[in-house]
């Protein structure tokens, strides 16, 4: 892992396990936390392909490890080695959160978990639109679970939504599929968007809607998170809807895992000033280009 050569005191090391993370704002989060709470933990890096997973497990059995933060590519793996997924990350079939209990490897979502707090921040929503099939729109629909009257999905391969919906629909009764090219129409109804697919990143710029809804009630959240703002959420802003983006993603995971570490939520000032701090800036959290929150 890297930056292992810590202080020899350390008593319990956490990692982000993924590909392509060096420039992670995790590790400087949660060590700026654990150094704050006078904690002998420290936080650092696999950076690894599938190759390297065998050896991330082996860390976790033996100890050398005591959780992974998990990302792509490896959430999915992350919940299929687990012998005790909680019931977000079963839902999802993926988890960011694995770690050694005794004999046993526990998993959790906290995507899922941190999204819940974000939505019930938003207030009231009665229709949603997601778009993506992948692990974050899983851990999006898991969230969305008694907080809407409607859900509709939509992704570009529209065979990956059916099977997601088919899923989802034991928790989630009211949400319906509709192809890709018809986005925009679901749109039209809909009081909150959300994107999870990766649609917007710096490989791939652009805002999966021509135009937005014209609704004084709208919300749009945004879980790309790059440099800067995405043109989604540039295009929710000028739109004056309530915004939520990637940063206020990774704080809303990062706050959930408190939890999971055994620190209580009290804590959360302190991760999500850590996360500031490492950002140079603060989440949009249901943010409104008119000043209002
Ligand atoms: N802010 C955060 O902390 C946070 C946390 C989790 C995830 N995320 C972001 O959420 C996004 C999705 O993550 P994931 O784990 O779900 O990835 P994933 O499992 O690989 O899924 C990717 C999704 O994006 C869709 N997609 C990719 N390129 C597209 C394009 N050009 N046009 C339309 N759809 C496209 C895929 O559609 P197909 O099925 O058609 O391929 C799929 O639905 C990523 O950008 C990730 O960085 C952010």
New binding site residues.
């Given amino acids: 892992v890297e930056g292992e050569e810590g202080p020899l005191n350390v008593e319990r090391e956490l990692a982000l396990l993924g590909s392509g993370i060096a420039h992670s704002l995790s590790p400087p989060t949660w060590n700026g936390v654990f150094e704050e709470l006078g904690l002998p933990w420290r936080y650092g890096l696999l950076d690894v392909g599938p190759e390297g997973l065998d050896e991330a497990l082996a860390r976790l059995r033996d100890g050398r490890t005591w959780g992974y933060n998990v990302?792509?590519?490896h959430?999915a793996w992350a919940f299929g080695v687990a012998t005790r997924p909680d019931h977000r990350a079963q839902r999802a079939r993926?988890a960011?959160w694995l770690a050694a209990e005794g004999d046993e490897l526990v998993a959790a979502n906290t995507?899922a978990e941190g999204a819940a707090a974000l939505l019930d921040a938003a207030g009231p929503i009665r229709r949603a639109l997601v778009?993506?099939?992948?692990?974050?729109?899983?851990?999006i629909l898991v969230a969305l679970e008694a907080r809407t009257f409607r859900v509709t999905l939509a992704?570009?391969?529209r065979s990956?939504a059916d099977e997601l919906a088919a899923r989802a629909r034991s928790w989630l009764p009211e949400l319906r599929v509709v192809d890709?090219e018809s986005r925009d129409g679901a749109a039209a109804d809909a009081d909150l968007i959300v994107n999870?697919?990766?649609?917007?990143?710096a490989s791939?710029p652009g805002s999966?809607f021509d135009a937005l809804p014209d609704r004084d009630d709208l919300h749009v959240y945004d879980?790309?998170?790059g440099h800067g703002t995405t043109p989604l959420v540039e295009q929710a802003i000028e739109h004056g809807a309530s915004v939520a983006d990637?940063?206020a993603?990774?704080e809303a995971?990062a706050v959930a895992l408190l939890p999971h570490l055994g620190l209580p939520l009290d804590h959360a000032g302190k991760v999500r000033a850590h996360l500031a701090r490492a950002a140079h800036r603060g989440p949009l959290r249901w943010a409104r280009s008119n000043g209002a929150a």
Avoid: I
């Fill in positions: 990302t792509m590519p959430k993926v960011n995507d778009l993506g099939a992948g692990g974050a729109a899983a851990a992704n570009r391969t990956r890709w999870a697919t990766s649609f917007g990143m791939d999966p879980l790309v998170y990637g940063l993603h990774l995971q």
